[in-house]
């Protein structure tokens, strides 16, 4: 074989998309970390063994300890060429079920793909489940509000998010995006029966963003904060003002589109 072509092998790679389903709650969030069980950690692990390489995994999110996905997007690299996706599918969700992680689909994708860079939209939603009795079965799966909520009023402000704005406010003093300003597709909310589901749709959100969104949407439902005050707030830029922000085990990234 000419030297060569065999340099380019060594170098030619194989890129797949996960998408991935998972309970939050046992894990310290998506991105590994020194010290606790994380998402990615645990999905790239199984992988590398799969494969026998070392894979390093990158998803569209780094979601925070307790937050739940209905469909994280996620890529790798590898050497390997996976022949039957179905098959490594089965393989890899055999190692994940008992933890409450599965994948739902393996894609083969070009180069260029990136499953963060390459996002043109995320969705997340947001459960709250607004009665006296404190949920059995959907434990961890939302948060638990006893005080009944105005969902007009919660509405009203929520239509004020929309668009493209300043979310300083709503931004974790962790966080390191170059830029707080924003641009807000949509924000929906609507409530059937004790739960109410708040969706946010955006190219990408600042650390904490949803949640603290959510816990001024939540003193707006509660009366504590007028529509106008809600506007001062948000206007300030100033994290010091923002409502504490809403319990990690209510948010779930629902889709991510390329």
């Known amino acids: 074989m000419d030297l060569k072509l065999k340099k380019d092998l060594k170098y030619l790679m194989f890129k797949y998309q996960l998408l991935i389903e ?20 645990l999905i790239q692990d ?50 994940l079920n008992e933890d409450m992680v599965t994948i739902l689909k393996v894609k083969k ?3 260029d793909f990136h499953a963060r860079f390459s996002a043109k939209m995320r969705i997340y ?15 961890n799966r939302g948060w638990h509000i006893i005080n009944k909520l105005d969902l007009q009023k919660m509405k009203e402000a929520g239509k004020i998010l929309v668009g493209t704005n300043d979310f300083s406010t709503f931004r974790a003093s962790t966080c390191r995006a170059k830029s707080p300003i924003k641009n807000m597709k949509s924000v929906k909310i609507k409530s059937k029966k004790n739960k109410i ?62």
């Open 22 to 41: 998972y309970v939050g709650t046992n894990f310290r969030g998506w991105q590994v970390q020194t010290k606790g069980k994380t998402i990615q950690g």
């Open 197 to 258: 589901e708040i969706e946010f749709q955006s190219k990408s959100f600042l650390q904490q963003q949803v949640r603290s969104m959510v816990g001024c949407l939540k003193y707006v439902g509660e009366k504590k904060w007028s529509i106008k005050k809600f506007v001062f707030v948000m206007n300030s830029k100033k994290r010091t003002l923002c409502a504490p922000p809403a319990p990690p085990e209510g948010l779930y990234l629902t889709r991510v589109i390329y």
């Open 109 to 111: 994708r070009s180069k």
């Open 125 to 139: 939603r947001y459960i709250i489940i607004n009665r006296l009795s404190r949920p059995v079965l959907e434990k």
């Open 46 to 95: 199984k992988i590398s063994k799969l494969l026998k390489e070392k894979i390093v995994l990158l998803g569209a999110g780094r979601l925070d300890k307790g937050v739940h996905a209905i469909e994280q997007s996620a890529h790798f690299e590898c050497k390997t060429k996976i022949l039957n996706l179905d098959k490594f599918l089965k393989s890899l969700n055999f190692f």
